[in-house]
Every structure is written in C-alpha cells, then in structure tokens.
C-alpha cells in the first residue's frame, strides 16, 4: 500500500507542478525518472487463498524517463524451497510480471505457508525489491481470517464465539437470522479481542480495524437481519431476514462469463420461492445456469432445449438475445423463468454538483443516449464552474472519466480533474470513449415552420423553464413545423411517428388546427424526449 502511496504521489506532484509553473522552471527529467514501484501482488501479502489453482501477479509501474525493462518473481514453500520463477521483460510505464499456475502446478501444492521475492528493474537500472508471503489454507474458499464472530450490545459483547459468521464465498462472511435490537455491535477475528476487530463509526457501509482506530457500528439496525463482510474490501451490508418461503439458501448466476463461479450475481428472494436478479450483463451466446450457492454447490437449473423452463440439474441454457443488461426472475417451484431488457450493454452517466446531475451521488447520475460504438449524447443545463464527470455505471464512481487539463476536449481516467464549461446554459454533451473526447454545444431553441409566423425562414425563440424543459406560447396556422437549435439545422428535431416523442432529424411536426397554442419541448435523459402543443 505505501508503494501504491509513494507513485500516486509522485504523479501528483508532477501534475500539480505542471499546472503551475511554465516548462523552464520543472525538471520533467527529474520528476518522472525515479525508482520503479509494486502496485499490486496476488495473492497479496499476508492473505489466504484456498488450496487450488492460482496464478501470481504482480502489477509494477515507473515514470516515463525510466520506463520498465524487467521483472521477476520466485514463489518459495515455508522452508525457503524454490518451486517457481519466472523472468520477464518490462515495457512502458505500467507492466505485469505473470507465473502461471500452470507452470509450477498450483493446484498440488498443500496448506501452508509460501513466500515471494519480487524484483523489478527500469532502463535506467533503478530496482525495487519486495518479499510477500501468503497461505494455502484449507478454508472452503478464498479468506485473509480463520474465523470472523459478532459481538455487541445484543450478546454481551460475547466472548464466548456465540454468534460466528460462516465463510459462503471468497472472502465473504454471513450470519443470518440475528436480532442486533438497534444497538452498538462489532466483528471480531478472535474470541477475547487479542487481534482484530472491525467497526462503522460513520455508518457508511465500510468497516474500519482497530488497527486504524474505530467505533462501534450504532446505526439502528433491528429485527432479525442478515450481515455479510467482505474481510478484503472491509465493505458489509446489514439487509432484513426474508420471511419467504423458499427451499434454497441461495440462488446466483453462473455461466461462462464468470466460469460457472462467484458471487457476482445473487439473486434476491422477494417473494414466496419467486427469485429476482435485478441486473446482469448478456452480449449473446453465454451458457448460464441458476446454482444455489456461487461454487456451484447444491442445487443447479438448466435451461437446455431454451423453453423458458428450467429443470433441475438440467442442462446450461444460452442467452440469444439482444446484447443488454437484463432483470432475470425466476421461480422455484414452477421453474419458470424470465428475462427483462433494462438497458444496452454501453452505458455513460452524467453525475455532477447540480441537482439536475444528481448532487454527485452516482445514484441519481442521469444517463446519456447511445448513439454509436462507445458514442454517447446528452442534453443537459451547464453551470459555469460547476464541476461534473462521467461515470461507466450509476453505481460508484469507479472507473470515472474526468477532463484532461493539458488538453481541453479530451478525457481521461488518470490525473485528471472536473470538467465545467465557462459559459452557462443548455447544453448537447457529446462524448466519444473511442477518441477520448468530449465536445459541448450550447443551445438556444426555437420553433420553425410553415405553422410559425415566420415561415421556414427564421426560428421563434423559446424560453428554457428548467427540468430540461422549453416552452413557448405562440399562434400556429394549420400546417408544419419543428424544433431547431442555434437558428441553424445542425440540430434538429421532429416526430416520426406522430406520437409526442421526438427524434433527432425527424419528420415535420403537424399542427391540426390554428390557434394560440402554448407548446412544450422537454429533452429529458430519463423520461425521454417529447413535445406537447396546447390549444388555448
């Protein structure tokens, strides 16, 4: 962790200085030609993993006046042994030294104890060594603890392991059915709190060691619960105990986009033996299958001849849709199942500091229209200096793109800042995640048309209300007209269909009677875009 500070801190420095001072005042020499540093090692440091098949990795990076040249990795048995290595050449500022399991047979080795030595050099013969150990331990999946208890208000703050929480997935811990009555409560790796323990003082869904300094966890959670602690992440949820009728103790996802293994995709009891996925991803062709627990324990359903009934144990089904995200619901006692197109696969959100782009909660981010392979569009209200993103999902800010202060129109993912626009207004936002760039069109709209008072010949104004909304009131004849940005028709918009939804560079809107009309445009990201023409 302190290597990952050290090369996030040198990068920013380099882009803070870069920012503030013209080029003869930096050493760019100097402050990117510096000692190559580990950013990542699996399996990490003092962690577990399960007896198995396993490759190591490591993840090196360096400045750009030093890049790479080369890396290596020796995997040693508790007794200093060698039973691996490998030598590997190094290029860029980031690179990956890689021992396959195959290559010294991951899976034979037993439970025990096991050492890395790492070393990694750059051109300029600057090096950085590291020495790892892990565990091959005989725990039924992947853990960095032997045993994780609960503690609190509601037992006593028990020291006699009354409450433990049983290992159900890789690095993934569960107690279910237990009644904290609202009170203070921790988790605990031994019985007499000698080691570690772990509590949400901020009650934000993320556990702190003691280690660091941490409160209990006092956020009111009553009633009969269900708490699941990730001992990696240190992320936990407390949900309420289903009173549904059921005879599974689970149901996942499984298929070969994951290798029919893991808890990426739990499904979620909302009624009696009636199952709901709420979101999974499909490009076409996968084989799936529903398991009852994520290693593929217990009861399995299969879908081979794709009838829309699954059978028990029945061969994998396969996914022919479109590409998409989809809602899967499926029942256990009839065996049926259904899956719910919610949104394509490519998927851009605009989250920002305005309320209309969500507070910066990625929650309420709204989405942009796919217009193309990795193309996106929305219209949206700009505040001058308002920062605002761009997020893959709506539901963190992981893998965020930000705008490139080097290079304004580009974005970037890595040392970056906020975008904002200088000028307030409505803006078509237009994002290319092929090209890295972003491109901002002001827009000031009108109606235009045989049906205006001007004909085809000038735009009426409208007026921006806010919510993504422009009106105007205004006498129509009896005939055709549309919407059009900048008194120009680089932007434009009709309806297609006749049916109040409008489409970019669609057909000629038709006014049936003349009269005073009082019409709305509304260009919403989540409702969609329609228009309403009043008479009065």
């Known amino acids: 962790m302190k290597n990952i500070l050290k090369i996030l801190s040198l990068f920013l420095i380099v882009g803070l200085l870069a920012t503030s001072c013209s080029k003869d005042e930096i050493d760019v020499e100097g402050l990117t030609n510096f000692a190559p540093g580990i950013v990542s090692i699996s399996p990490s440091n003092n962690s577990k993993i399960v007896v198995g098949n396993f490759d190591v990795k490591v993840i090196v990076a360096d400045g750009e006046s030093s890049p790479l040249a080369e890396g290596a990795i020796t995997l040693s048995d508790g007794q200093g042994n060698e039973i691996a290595s490998a030598t590997q050449s190094l290029s860029g500022t980031r690179d990956s030294i ?19 030595d790492i070393s990694v050099t750059d051109t300029e013969g600057q090096s950085n060594n590291r020495s790892t150990t892990f565990e091959i331990s005989l725990l039924p999946f992947a853990a960095n603890y032997e045993n994780i208890r609960l503690a609190g208000v509601f037992n006593g703050w028990d020291e006699e392991g009354t409450h433990p929480l049983e ?3 890789d690095h993934i811990w569960e107690i279910r059915g237990v009644d904290l009555m609202g009170e203070p409560w921790k988790l605990k790796n031994t019985l007499n ?15 702190e060691s003691n280690a660091a300094g941490n409160e209990n966890t006092d956020c009111g959670f009553s009633g009969e619960v269900v708490i699941r602690f990730n001992d990696e992440t240190f992320e936990y949820e407390v949900s309420p105990l289903s009173t549904f009728e059921t005879e599974l103790s689970g149901l996942y996802l499984l298929g070969s986009f994951n290798n029919f293994n893991g808890n990426d995709y739990p499904f979620n009891l909302v009624d009696d033996n009636t199952w709901v996925l709420e979101e999974a991803p499909f490009e076409g062709g996968e084989k799936f299958k529903f398991a009852e627990m994520p290693n593929f324990m217990g009861k399995n359903y299969g879908d081979g001849d794709g ?7 029945g061969e994998n089904a396969m996914f022919m849709g479109d590409p998409g995200f989809y809602r899967i619901t499926f029942n256990e006692k009839t065996l049926e199942y259904s899956m719910e197109f919610v949104r394509p696969l490519q998927a851009l959100f605009l989250v920002g500091g305005l309320p209309e782009h969500g507070n910066w909660d990625p929650a309420n981010a709204i989405p942009f229209q796919v217009t193309g392979d990795n193309v996106y569009q929305i219209f949206a209200p700009l505040e001058a200096g308002q920062g605002f993103k761009f997020l893959p999902t709506n539901e963190n800010f992981e893998g965020d793109w930000e705008c490139d202060p080097a290079n304004p129109g580009s974005i970037i993912q890595d040392g970056s800042e906020n975008c904002s626009v200088d000028e307030t207004g409505f803006y078509r936002i237009t994002v290319d995640l092929n090209a890295q760039t972003v491109e901002y069109t002001r827009t000031e709209w009108g109606v235009i048309g045989e049906a205006t008072p001007t004909g085809w010949d000038s735009d ?20 055709e007209m549309k919407f059009r940005a900048n008194d120009e028709w680089n932007i434009d918009f009709g309806d297609n269909g006749g049916d109040g939804t409008l489409e970019l560079g669609g057909d000629n809107i038709v006014v049936p009677e003349a009269g005073n009309y009082d019409i709305t445009m509304r260009l919403h990201p989540v409702d969609g875009y329609t228009y309403s023409l009043e008479l009065n």
């Not at 009838?307 to 144990?313: I, P, S």
């Not at 104004?461 to 009896?478: E, K, Q, R, V």
């Open 193 to 207: 709190w000698s080691d570690t323990d772990w509590g949400d003082g901020q009650c934000d869904g993320i556990m």
């Open 307 to 313: 009838d829309g009934l699954m059978e028990e144990f």
């Open 167 to 169: 290992l159900v997935a």
């Open 460 to 479: 009426t104004d409208m007026a921006y209300d806010g919510a993504f909304t422009w009106t105007i009131t205004i006498d129509l004849s009896a005939a």
């Open 98 to 116: 890689v021992l396959a399991g195959a290559e010294f047979d991951a899976e034979t080795l037993g439970a025990g104890t096991y050492a890395l």
